[in-house]
Protein backbone atom coordinates (compact mmCIF):
# COMPACT_ATOMS: atom_id res chain seq x y z
CA UNK A 1 0.00 0.00 0.00
CA UNK A 2 1.06 3.51 0.06
CA UNK A 3 1.79 5.25 3.46
CA UNK A 4 3.20 8.79 4.38
CA UNK A 5 4.98 9.72 8.06
CA UNK A 6 5.75 13.17 9.12
CA UNK A 7 5.96 14.51 12.68
CA UNK A 8 2.62 16.20 13.77
CA UNK A 9 4.25 18.92 15.70
CA UNK A 10 7.40 20.82 16.20
CA UNK A 11 8.81 24.20 17.72
CA UNK A 12 11.91 25.69 17.11
CA UNK A 13 13.68 29.57 18.36
CA UNK A 14 13.90 32.05 15.97
CA UNK A 15 17.43 31.56 14.31
CA UNK A 16 17.87 28.48 14.88
CA UNK A 17 17.78 25.46 12.63
CA UNK A 18 15.04 22.68 12.62
CA UNK A 19 14.42 19.47 10.48
CA UNK A 20 11.54 18.78 9.37
CA UNK A 21 11.35 14.40 8.57
CA UNK A 22 9.16 12.34 6.14
CA UNK A 23 9.32 8.58 5.18
CA UNK A 24 7.05 6.99 3.04
CA UNK A 25 6.09 3.67 1.64
CA UNK A 26 5.22 3.23 -2.11
CA UNK A 27 4.92 0.99 -4.83
CA UNK A 28 5.48 3.73 -7.55
CA UNK A 29 7.69 6.66 -6.92
CA UNK A 30 7.91 9.42 -9.10
CA UNK A 31 9.42 12.33 -6.90
CA UNK A 32 8.97 13.89 -3.43
CA UNK A 33 7.17 17.56 -2.63
CA UNK A 34 7.57 20.00 -0.04
CA UNK A 35 4.72 22.33 0.49
CA UNK A 36 4.39 25.41 3.59
CA UNK A 37 0.83 26.07 4.56
CA UNK A 38 0.15 28.99 6.51
CA UNK A 39 -3.35 28.72 8.53
CA UNK A 40 -6.29 29.84 6.13
CA UNK A 41 -3.94 29.57 2.98
CA UNK A 42 -3.35 27.55 0.35
CA UNK A 43 -0.29 24.99 0.10
CA UNK A 44 2.92 27.16 -1.41
CA UNK A 45 5.29 25.07 -3.19
CA UNK A 46 9.05 24.91 -1.77
CA UNK A 47 11.25 21.72 -3.23
CA UNK A 48 10.27 18.92 -5.34
CA UNK A 49 13.10 16.04 -5.28
CA UNK A 50 13.75 13.39 -7.94
CA UNK A 51 17.01 12.43 -7.24
CA UNK A 52 18.78 11.33 -4.23
CA UNK A 53 20.47 14.06 -2.48
CA UNK A 54 20.35 17.56 -1.29
CA UNK A 55 18.61 20.17 -2.99
CA UNK A 56 19.49 23.65 -1.20
CA UNK A 57 17.07 26.95 -1.96
CA UNK A 58 17.97 29.74 0.06
CA UNK A 59 17.21 29.25 3.95
CA UNK A 60 15.53 25.78 2.43
CA UNK A 61 16.87 22.69 1.75
CA UNK A 62 15.38 19.26 1.20
CA UNK A 63 16.62 15.65 1.20
CA UNK A 64 15.60 12.69 -0.68
CA UNK A 65 16.77 9.13 -0.06
CA UNK A 66 15.00 6.20 -2.12
CA UNK A 67 16.50 3.47 -0.69
CA UNK A 68 15.47 4.39 2.33
CA UNK A 69 12.16 6.04 1.54
CA UNK A 70 12.96 9.26 3.51
CA UNK A 71 12.99 12.68 2.83
CA UNK A 72 13.93 15.79 5.22
CA UNK A 73 12.62 19.87 4.91
CA UNK A 74 15.98 21.51 6.24
CA UNK A 75 15.06 25.19 7.30
CA UNK A 76 17.68 27.49 8.82
CA UNK A 77 18.04 30.78 10.22
CA UNK A 78 14.37 30.65 11.43
CA UNK A 79 11.72 33.65 11.06
CA UNK A 80 8.47 33.91 13.15
CA UNK A 81 7.03 33.93 9.28
CA UNK A 82 8.06 30.18 9.11
CA UNK A 83 5.51 29.39 11.47
CA UNK A 84 3.29 27.45 9.56
CA UNK A 85 2.44 23.67 8.76
CA UNK A 86 4.85 22.19 5.77
CA UNK A 87 3.21 19.32 3.99
CA UNK A 88 5.13 16.07 2.85
CA UNK A 89 3.56 14.43 -0.71
CA UNK A 90 5.25 12.08 -3.03
CA UNK A 91 3.89 11.53 -6.55
CA UNK A 92 2.96 7.70 -6.83
CA UNK A 93 2.44 8.38 -10.86
CA UNK A 94 0.24 10.44 -13.38
CA UNK A 95 1.29 13.25 -11.33
CA UNK A 96 -1.23 12.22 -8.43
CA UNK A 97 -0.11 13.68 -4.99
CA UNK A 98 -0.37 11.59 -1.99
CA UNK A 99 0.19 14.11 1.34
CA UNK A 100 1.46 13.11 4.71
CA UNK A 101 -0.95 14.37 7.57
CA UNK A 102 1.46 18.04 7.71
CA UNK A 103 3.76 18.97 10.50
CA UNK A 104 2.42 22.46 12.36
CA UNK A 105 6.10 24.60 13.31
CA UNK A 106 5.71 26.89 16.05
CA UNK A 107 8.41 29.63 16.04
CA UNK A 108 9.27 31.04 19.42
CA UNK A 109 10.65 34.14 20.26
CA UNK B 1 4.55 29.35 -11.14
CA UNK B 2 1.21 29.14 -12.58
CA UNK B 3 -0.97 32.16 -11.41
CA UNK B 4 -4.58 30.26 -10.27
CA UNK B 5 -7.82 31.70 -9.86
CA UNK B 6 -10.91 29.88 -7.81
CA UNK B 7 -14.27 31.25 -7.45
CA UNK B 8 -15.46 31.63 -5.63
CA UNK B 9 -13.44 32.47 -2.51
CA UNK B 10 -15.67 31.07 0.23
CA UNK B 11 -19.50 30.20 0.28
CA UNK B 12 -22.13 29.23 2.95
CA UNK B 13 -24.69 27.06 1.40
CA UNK B 14 -27.31 24.43 2.78
CA UNK B 15 -27.87 21.22 3.30
CA UNK B 16 -29.21 19.14 0.70
CA UNK B 17 -28.25 22.00 -2.07
CA UNK B 18 -25.20 22.13 -4.69
CA UNK B 19 -22.03 24.84 -5.57
CA UNK B 20 -20.20 24.68 -8.46
CA UNK B 21 -16.55 25.62 -8.04
CA UNK B 22 -14.36 27.09 -10.84
CA UNK B 23 -10.72 26.96 -11.26
CA UNK B 24 -8.73 29.14 -13.96
CA UNK B 25 -5.30 29.48 -14.42
CA UNK B 26 -3.24 31.73 -16.42
CA UNK B 27 -1.71 29.17 -19.24
CA UNK B 28 -2.24 25.90 -20.89
CA UNK B 29 -1.56 23.24 -18.52
CA UNK B 30 -1.20 19.32 -18.66
CA UNK B 31 -3.14 18.17 -15.65
CA UNK B 32 -5.66 19.91 -13.41
CA UNK B 33 -6.65 18.09 -10.10
CA UNK B 34 -8.87 18.81 -7.50
CA UNK B 35 -8.12 18.49 -3.93
CA UNK B 36 -9.97 18.10 -0.47
CA UNK B 37 -9.14 19.68 2.50
CA UNK B 38 -11.24 19.15 5.82
CA UNK B 39 -10.47 21.03 9.14
CA UNK B 40 -7.53 20.43 10.56
CA UNK B 41 -6.29 17.97 8.50
CA UNK B 42 -4.42 17.52 5.24
CA UNK B 43 -4.92 17.13 1.43
CA UNK B 44 -6.51 14.29 -0.19
CA UNK B 45 -7.22 13.56 -4.16
CA UNK B 46 -10.90 13.79 -5.29
CA UNK B 47 -9.84 13.44 -8.93
CA UNK B 48 -8.38 14.20 -11.96
CA UNK B 49 -10.31 16.24 -14.30
CA UNK B 50 -9.59 15.13 -18.16
CA UNK B 51 -10.09 17.47 -20.90
CA UNK B 52 -13.02 17.15 -23.04
CA UNK B 53 -13.37 13.35 -21.35
CA UNK B 54 -15.02 12.37 -18.13
CA UNK B 55 -13.04 12.99 -15.22
CA UNK B 56 -10.78 10.37 -13.06
CA UNK B 57 -12.04 9.82 -9.96
CA UNK B 58 -9.89 8.51 -6.57
CA UNK B 59 -11.49 5.59 -4.25
CA UNK B 60 -14.32 7.17 -2.09
CA UNK B 61 -14.91 9.89 -4.24
CA UNK B 62 -17.91 9.29 -7.27
CA UNK B 63 -19.04 11.71 -10.48
CA UNK B 64 -22.45 11.66 -8.88
CA UNK B 65 -20.93 13.48 -5.70
CA UNK B 66 -18.57 15.50 -7.36
CA UNK B 67 -19.20 16.05 -11.24
CA UNK B 68 -16.03 17.67 -12.54
CA UNK B 69 -15.87 19.24 -15.90
CA UNK B 70 -12.76 20.45 -17.98
CA UNK B 71 -13.54 22.10 -21.49
CA UNK B 72 -10.20 23.35 -22.14
CA UNK B 73 -6.80 23.43 -20.87
CA UNK B 74 -6.86 26.60 -18.46
CA UNK B 75 -10.61 25.75 -17.14
CA UNK B 76 -12.24 23.22 -14.78
CA UNK B 77 -15.19 22.97 -12.54
CA UNK B 78 -15.71 21.00 -9.39
CA UNK B 79 -19.62 20.77 -8.06
CA UNK B 80 -20.85 19.45 -4.68
CA UNK B 81 -23.66 17.96 -5.18
CA UNK B 82 -26.52 17.47 -2.54
CA UNK B 83 -24.51 19.07 0.30
CA UNK B 84 -24.26 17.57 3.59
CA UNK B 85 -22.18 19.50 6.97
CA UNK B 86 -19.80 16.54 6.25
CA UNK B 87 -18.62 18.53 3.06
CA UNK B 88 -17.62 21.19 5.01
CA UNK B 89 -13.85 21.15 3.62
CA UNK B 90 -11.47 23.90 1.31
CA UNK B 91 -11.42 22.84 -2.16
CA UNK B 92 -8.53 24.09 -4.00
CA UNK B 93 -7.87 22.82 -7.24
CA UNK B 94 -4.14 22.16 -8.49
CA UNK B 95 -2.41 22.56 -12.41
CA UNK B 96 0.71 21.13 -13.37
CA UNK B 97 2.69 22.75 -16.38
CA UNK B 98 3.94 21.39 -19.61
CA UNK B 99 7.47 20.22 -19.09
CA UNK B 100 7.63 20.43 -15.72
CA UNK B 101 6.52 17.97 -12.49
CA UNK B 102 5.59 20.65 -10.10
CA UNK B 103 2.57 21.49 -8.98
CA UNK B 104 0.73 24.23 -8.03
CA UNK B 105 -2.02 24.78 -6.05
CA UNK B 106 -5.34 27.50 -6.46
CA UNK B 107 -6.26 29.60 -3.48
CA UNK B 108 -8.72 27.17 -2.34
CA UNK B 109 -12.98 27.47 -1.64
CA UNK B 110 -13.79 27.31 1.47
CA UNK B 111 -17.07 25.78 2.12
CA UNK B 112 -19.44 25.56 4.86
CA UNK B 113 -22.37 23.78 4.85
CA UNK B 114 -25.27 24.40 7.56
Known amino acids: GQNIDQPTEMTATEGAIVQINCTYQ??????LFWYQQHAGEAPTFLSY????GLEEKGRFSSFLSRSKGYSYLLLKELQMKDSASYLC??????????FGAGTRLAVHP | SAVISQKPSRDICQRGTSLTIQCQVD?????MFWYRQQPGQSLTLIAT?????????ESGFVIDKFPISRPNLTFSTLTVSNMSPEDSSIYLC???????????FGPGTRLTVL
Open chain 1, 26 to 31: TSGFNG
Open chain 2, 94 to 104: SVVRQSTDTQY
Open chain 2, 27 to 31: SQVTM
Open chain 1, 49 to 52: NVLD
Open chain 1, 89 to 98: AFSGGYNKLI
Open chain 2, 49 to 57: ANQGSEATY
